[in-house]
């Protein structure tokens, strides 16, 4: 089985801030952008009885009232908020991924001395409460925009011969996460990451 890791750069607080504002503004501003993949989504994902996304995304705006048994639907339509208030980042390198391509960059990341951030943050975590956590996809994790910075700071100070004892497919994921950290640092925000 293969998963992918999603990233963007976004202003975390922003993103947060989203979940139980009650912006109904918000909302219809997320149904008409993403109208077309709003239906493709749920003609792919739906189907088992529960919320659509719009449904879900209406709930997670408005702080509930949540349909149990649903989660990924939920984690679903926090990633589609995220996606409108952020910028997708490339993540070539990490969809498709088998599983333990995460905890192989991290090793590699850490053999390098970047501990700051870690690609295995984005598989364990869920959205914010109150939104239900799934019962296991999508998984979601933050790097801060001070992690970033610390992680850009580690990494400057790899060397060119340290950069060759990776392994080339490794260290290329590797400077996939610092492209994002790049990103978020030049951005002043976050990095918020998907992992299904």
């Known amino acids: 089985m293969s998963y992918s890791?999603?990233?963007?750069?976004?202003?975390?607080?922003?993103?947060?801030?989203?979940?139980?504002?009650?912006?109904?503004?918000?909302?219809?501003?997320?149904?008409?952008?993403?109208?077309?993949?709003?239906?493709?989504?749920?003609?792919?994902?739906?189907?088992?009885?529960?919320?659509?996304?719009?449904?879900?995304?209406r709930a997670v705006v408005e702080g509930g009232p949540f349909e149990a048994g649903h989660g990924a639907v939920y984690g679903y339509a926090y990633k589609w908020i995220c996606e409108f208030h952020g910028r997708y980042l490339n993540n070539n390198e990490f969809s498709p991924m088998r599983?333990?391509?995460?905890?192989?960059?991290?090793?590699?990341?850490?053999?390098?001395?970047?501990?700051?951030?870690?690609?295995?943050?984005?598989?364990?975590?869920?959205?914010?409460?109150?939104?239900?956590?799934?019962?296991?996809?999508?998984?979601?994790?933050?790097?801060?925009?001070?992690?970033?910075?610390?992680?850009l700071e580690q990494w400057a100070a790899v060397s060119d011969a340290d950069r060759a004892g990776i392994d080339p497919r490794v260290l290329r994921a590797a400077e996939s996460c610092m492209d994002w950290c790049r990103a978020a640092d030049a951005a002043g925000r976050g990095v918020a990451g998907f992992f299904s």
């Open 99 to 151: 599983s333990g391509w995460p905890e192989t960059v991290d090793e590699g990341l850490r053999a390098l001395g970047v501990t700051a951030v870690g690609v295995a943050d984005f598989q364990f975590g869920r959205a914010p409460d109150p939104v239900p956590a799934p019962d296991l996809l999508p998984g979601y994790g933050e790097w801060s925009t001070a992690q970033c910075r610390a992680a």
């Open 5 to 57: 890791l999603t990233t963007y750069v976004v202003d975390l607080d922003v993103l947060r801030a989203s979940v139980g504002s009650r912006d109904d503004k918000l909302r219809r501003m997320i149904g008409g952008r993403f109208k077309r993949r709003l239906e493709d989504f749920d003609d792919q994902v739906g189907g088992d009885g529960g919320p659509s996304v719009r449904d879900a995304i």
